[in-house]
Structure formats: C-alpha cells, structure tokens
C-alpha cells in the first residue's frame, strides 16, 4: 500500500478500510495535481515558445548569401551579401562581353535572337535601354534573321577608366551559309553598378 504520511496502522477493520480508502481518493488527488501542473507547465512551455516564435518573426533578419561559382558550376566564395559590395574586374567583363554577343550577334533562330535581346535589357539602366533602343531601329536585327547570320567573338574586355571598358571584338557575317565578310570593332561602354 502507498502510503503519504505517517499514519497510525489502523486498529479496527473499519479503520483499516477507511485507511484504504483514504489512500485511494488521496493517490487520485495527488495524481489530479500532478496533472494539472503538467498541463499549466506545458500551456507556460507553448506560450513562451509561441512569444518567442513571434518575436523572432518580427525581426525580419533575413541575411542573403552569394555564392561565386566557377566554369564547372564548383562554389568558389560563399559570403553574406553586401551593400557595399563592388564586383571585381573579371566580373564585370564578363558580362560587357555577354552584353555584346547578344545585342551584336544574330542567330538563324529569332526566339534566341528575341531572349538575347530581353537579357540585354535586364543590363541597361533607362538612358541605357534608350540608346539600345535606338540602336535596334536604326540595324533592325529582327529583320535579317534567316537571311545572315553574324558570329561575335570578342577578344579583350580592358577597363579604360574608373566607370568605363573598351571592349574589342570580331564579326563575322554569314549570308546563305557561307562567310560573307570578317569585321573588327571596338567600343567603349560606361558602367554604373546599382545594388538590388
């Protein structure tokens, strides 16, 4: 038997029944205590946690990363992402030298000449779009899709000041499958980094 207290052993049989029963309500209140007290502990546990939950929401630090890979797609830098952050030379020549392929190339397709054109655009800031603009209806590219074909190399992309990159390539035009003419070109794009 379980006892909860220092009682006296009971004389009579009343007694030891009266003891037994004691014994029972007592166990099933202690039991019912116990429970509550979980529960309460538990409703404390989840409030707590839930508060903390809503908290920590309303912080709203979100930390993006970059992740700078190589040719073969392995990550080279991995870093949380600056506002301050400048990308190096090689970077930015990269993308000029993307830049002019595709506004300077013409494929046989026009949907790759119309998404060369789209990604082109996604680089330039609105002056930018502008000269691109005007630059597309004086060469109309859309309109010598399927009659020539122009390859673009590009062969040197130097920086020829502290916001500019000569950027040097070479055309080749293609008419009926066949090499038509060779031309060499030079520019010189200004560049203007805005963070996202």
Partial sequence: AVHYGKTPQPETPYQRAAQVWDERIGSARVQARNWRTMAFGSMMLSAGLAGSLVWQSGRGTVVPWVVQVDALGQAQTVAPANADYKPTDPQIAWHLARFIE??????????IVRQNWLRAYEWTTDQGAMVLNDYARGSEPFSKVGKQQVAVEVSSVIRASPDSFRVAWTERRYENGKLSITEHWTAILTIVVQPP
Avoid: F
Wanted: hydrophobic share 40%; proline share 20%.
């Fill in 102 to 111: 595709q506004v300077r190339s013409i494929p046989a397709d026009p949907i």
